[in-house]
């Protein structure tokens, strides 16, 4: 069987930030990430100190709930974009398709890499999904990311 580590540069592991204020969400995406591979996870419920990591310890994708309390899902992206966050980005929300791609656009629009926006809780074939990008290339930062939201056809 191949080894399902993640590329990275220089051989790190890819480090990940997951922010939710649900903790029992956060141990789930924790759970399904390690399902995939060896991954740096780190979890967060306050979308400020996230913001705050964002700066001082840069995650190379970060997995961001769009509701939550004091700062929701669109601030903080806005936020990230003012921030020039270049990590690549998956959305999640228990709100209907309607109001998760309208996020995603506003977080292009920003500048921001998104990978694509999925309804709570998330499967593990969608995350597996949403992460081929990065699990089958090596890590990189660019415009030209395939867009599995439109493609997969999930």
């Known amino acids: 069987m191949t080894d399902p580590t993640p590329p990275a540069a220089s051989g790190a592991r890819l480090r990940v930030l997951l922010l939710d204020d649900d903790a029992f969400m956060l141990s789930v995406l924790a759970d399904l990430l390690s399902d995939l591979g060896d991954f740096d996870i780190h979890c967060e419920t306050d979308a400020r100190r996230a913001l705050a990591s964002l700066a001082s310890n840069p995650p190379g994708l970060l997995l961001c709930d769009l509701s ?71 890590v990189t930062v660019g415009p030209n990311l395939y867009n599995v939201t439109t493609h997969s056809g999930k």
């Open 68 to 138: 939550m309390p004091d700062m929701d899902g669109i601030e903080f992206m806005h936020a990230a974009g003012e921030a020039r966050f270049r990590g690549q980005i998956i959305l999640l929300s228990g709100m209907d398709s309607g109001v998760r791609r309208s996020a995603e656009r506003l977080a292009r629009a920003h500048g921001l890499q998104v990978l694509g926006a999925f309804k709570k809780p998330i499967s593990l074939d969608q995350l597996r999904a949403a992460l081929a990008p990065l699990l089958e290339a090596p």
